[in-house]
């Protein structure tokens, strides 16, 4: 099976051919789905909000318009499934998109394009939470399935939450943030220190040269609960940051850097002892963090489970994990009604713990 998979949830026009093989099709179980990427194209357009310190919803709406013919065609070429872009499109079963969470404009442009390729081709059409995109990016060409039940930290712009995966599509919420997501303190914090967009990135590279010992940033701790809160350690730094203009940028970044991951490691530990789970997996824009994939390895080396890290590459918006959600939940539920919208907040089919 062969989908076509568009990601426009935000400022990434992305496109990929994901292949699921038939082992999982015929056995529809978790020691069968093996999704593999046989291409996978992101137009950026960092450049293009880089100036404003963060994304412009109506600019990256029309940037989508722009980069979604050239996208797909690319992500058709490069999976050689067929000489033509015309007769590539005759190799694809299926076609996936985000629909949710994320920018209505943008996600519109997507939703609509796919939509539209579903009926002229007459293939059905799945709609995708971006969420369980990011948690199976993890799963994207492996040979050896994950041993289950695993820990996963979704840690984004937009999110952070701690879940039990106890089978693929059943997920349980230990935790999450109760204001701001990880990813969104780490862009703030960027803006204000001048350090540029995006600001996870621009932090994790000024930490290298700072002292993470140097300043010790509060680490919220809400009682009887392993929920997260990363407004107070925000305000925290920008308070400190005007108070201490002697301080260099470097330091200050490397100590709330620490702070985050401190307050995500020890919440990952927390559920670990109470879980007892055989794999820890991350995933989400924020993964990319130097410190946080270290701190993860180490944290499942010490209680003898395996980590599931994606490569870097992975970890940012982009249409392989959207693929290969898209295979898993037409194998599982079905396709998609053509009257599917879009949702600007759309959590996982979670169950509470």
């Known amino acids: 099976m062969n989908v076509l998979a568009i990601e426009t949830s935000c400022d990434e026009t992305a496109a990929a051919v994901i292949n699921i093989d038939d082992g999982y ?29 963060g994304v412009v919803p109506e600019v990256a709406s029309r940037a989508h318009l722009e980069n979604i013919n050239y996208v797909i065609d690319e992500a058709l070429i490069q999976s050689q499934l067929a000489a033509t872009v015309t007769d590539s499109f005759k190799k694809i079963d299926v076609i996936g998109v985000t629909h949710g969470p994320g920018l209505l404009g943008s996600l519109m442009v997507g939703v609509s394009y796919a939509k539209a390729l579903a009926y002229g081709l007459n293939i059905p059409y799945v709609g995708v939470n971006h969420l369980e ?10 040979n050896v399935p994950p041993a ?55 932090i994790d590279k000024a930490a290298q040269s700072g002292d993470q010992d140097k300043i010790r940033f509060p680490r919220a701790e809400i009682k009887n609960s392993l929920n997260l809160s990363f407004s107070g350690l925000k ?36 559920s670990i002892k109470l879980y007892n789970p055989k794999t820890v997996i991350i995933g989400g824009g924020v993964a990319a963090n130097s410190q946080l994939r270290q701190a993860t390895e180490s944290l499942a080396n010490q209680y003898g489970l395996e980590a599931i890290i994606p490569l870097r590459k992975d970890c940012t918006d982009n249409a392989a994990m959207i693929g290969a959600v898209a295979g898993f939940r037409f194998v599982k539920d079905g396709p998609s009604e053509i009257t599917d919208t879009v949702f600007s907040a759309l959590p996982l089919n979670y169950a509470n713990l």
């Open 25 to 53: 099709k015929l056995n529809q179980t978790f020691d069968n789905f093996f999704p593999k990427t046989l291409s996978s194209v992101i137009s950026s357009q960092i450049d293009i909000h880089a100036k404003y310190g």
């Open 148 to 202: 289950l039940p695993a820990l996963v930290l979704l840690v984004s712009g937009g999110h952070t939450i701690l879940l039990n995966m106890t089978e693929l599509g059943q997920y349980h919420l230990i935790a999450q943030t109760v204001d701001d997501a990880a990813g969104e303190a780490f862009d703030k914090i960027a803006r204000y220190l001048d350090l540029g967009f995006p600001g996870g990135p621009a």
């Open 235 to 270: 305000t925290a730094v920008i308070r400190y940051a005007k108070d201490n203009l002697d301080v260099s940028t470097d330091d200050i970044s490397a100590g709330f850097q620490k702070a985050v991951v401190d307050m995500l490691i020890t919440r990952m530990e927390a």
């Open 133 to 142: 995109g990011h948690l199976l990016a993890s799963f994207l060409d492996r």
